[in-house]
C-alpha cells in the first residue's frame, strides 16, 4: 500500500494536468482555442474521482483529500457546462484528437501494422505459387468461394449466398462483419496482447493468401479493382484496433507503479476513442465498399480512387490536429 508521499508522487502530474485544463476553461478560453489537455479532461476526472476514494479510504491528510474534493467539484462543473457542446467534441474529435491519439501510439500502431502486413506479403506470395498453400491458408472451400465470387461469370461481385442483395443489405452486411473484426482483435487484447497478435496474424494470413491466389489465376482486374476503393480505411482501422488491443494487453504485462486493474482501467480509457475513430473509417469502408466497388467502373478509375483514398487518409492521420497548441 502507498503512503500518502508516494500517492501524491505518483498522480501528482495528472493532478497539476487537470489544474491546467480547469484554469483554462475557467478563463473561458474553452470555444477559442481548445488544447490537448483540456481534451482529456473526461479522462483525468473519472480517474480523479477514483483517487479522491483511496485517498479517503485509506486517512490521508485532510488537506489532501480536501484538495481532490476541490477539484472534482471544479471538473464537475465544467464537464455538465459543456456537455451541450456535442457536436463541437465531435467535430474537435475527427478534425485532430483522433489522429493525434493515433500519432500517440506510433510505436504500437507500427507493430500492429506488421504484425498484419508482413504475414500478408509472406501468405501471399506462397499462395501465389501454389494452390496447395493457399488451401492450407483459406481451405479449399474458402478458396472455391472467392474464385466463384471473382469470377467473370459474376457480374454482381458478391458471395453466391448474397448474390440478389440490394446495396443497403450489402451494407449492413459489410458493417456487421468489419466491425466484428475490428471489435475481435481489440477486446482480444485482454488476454496479454496474445489475442489481438493472434487476430492480426490471422487476418493477414487469410487477406494476403486470398489476393496471392486470384492475382495468380488471373482476376487480378476483379479483385484489386474492387477492393482498391475501400482497402485504405478497413484496413488501417483493422491496424489501429489492433492498437487499442495492444494497449489493453501492456497494461497488464507492464502496469508500473498502479495495480493492474487501475492500469487496464487507465489503458481503456485511452482505447476507446481509438476503437471509436477504427468504428467510424470500418463504417466509411462498408459504405465505399456496398456502392462502389461493385460498381463496372474502369479498372483505372478504381484504382486511381483507391489511391486518392489511402494518399488522404494516411495525410489525415499524420498531418490533422498538429496545428493546436498546447498549454500548461
Known amino acids: 500500500m502507498l503512503n500518502q508521499r508516494a500517492f501524491e508522487e505518483q498522480h501528482e502530474s495528472d493532478w497539476r494536468e487537470l489544474e491546467n485544463a480547469l484554469d483554462s476553461l475557467e478563463r473561458g478560453r474553452w470555444k477559442r482555442n481548445q488544447s490537448s489537455n483540456t481534451s482529456q479532461l473526461p479522462t483525468l476526472y473519472s480517474a480523479l474521482c477514483q483517487q479522491h476514494s483511496i485517498a479517503q479510504s485509506r486517512g490521508y491528510s485532510h488537506a489532501l483529500v480536501n484538495r481532490l474534493h476541490n477539484l472534482i467539484t471544479r471538473a464537475h462543473h465544467q464537464l455538465y457546462q459543456h456537455r451541450g457542446h456535442l457536436l463541437m467534441h465531435i467535430v474537435q474529435?475527427?478534425?485532430?484528437?483522433?489522429?493525434?491519439?493515433?500519432?500517440?501510439?506510433?510505436?504500437?500502431?507500427?507493430?500492429?501494422?506488421?504484425?498484419?502486413?508482413v504475414t500478408a506479403l509472406i501468405c501471399g506470395a506462397m499462395a501465389a505459387y501454389s494452390v496447395d498453400y493457399a488451401d492450407l491458408f483459406m481451405g479449399s472451400k474458402q478458396r472455391f468461394s472467392l474464385e466463384q465470387m471473382y469470377s467473370p461469370e459474376n457480374a454482381a461481385l458478391r458471395p453466391e449466398n448474397r448474390a440478389d442483395a440490394t446495396n443497403l443489405q450489402m451494407f449492413g452486411f459489410y458493417i456487421m462483419n468489419n466491425i466484428s473484426i475490428d471489435f475481435r482483435i481489440f477486446a482480444s487484447g485482454i488476454l496479454y496482447c496474445i489475442g489481438s497478435i493472434f487476430f492480426l496474424v490471422f487476418n493477414g494470413v487469410h487477406i494476403g493468401a486470398a489476393a496471392g491466389h486470384l492475382s495468380a489465376i488471373g482476376y487480378n482486374e476483379r479483385f484489386w479493382g474492387f477492393v482498391a476503393g475501400h482497402s485504405a480505411p478497413e484496413l488501417i482501422a483493422m491496424c489501429i484496433s489492433g492498437v487499442a488491443g495492444l494497449m489493453l494487453g501492456m497494461a497488464l504485462i507492464r502496469p508500473g507503479r498502479q495495480t493492474r486493474r487501475l492500469a487496464l482501467l487507465r489503458a481503456a480509457k485511452e482505447a476507446v476513442p481509438l476503437i471509436m475513430g477504427a468504428g467510424l473509417m470500418t463504417l466509411v469502408a462498408a459504405f465505399i465498399e456496398a456502392y462502389w466497388s461493385a460498381q463496372p467502373h474502369p479498372l483505372s478509375v478504381k484504382l486511381t480512387v483507391g489511391a486518392m483514398v489511402w494518399i488522404l487518409l494516411i495525410s489525415y492521420l499524420c498531418l490533422a490536429g498538429r496545428n493546436i497548441r498546447k498549454h500548461g
Request: charged share 15%.
Open 93 to 117: 474529435f475527427l478534425g485532430g484528437g483522433f489522429s493525434r491519439r493515433v500519432r500517440a501510439q506510433w510505436k504500437l500502431l507500427v507493430i500492429a501494422s506488421a504484425l498484419f502486413l
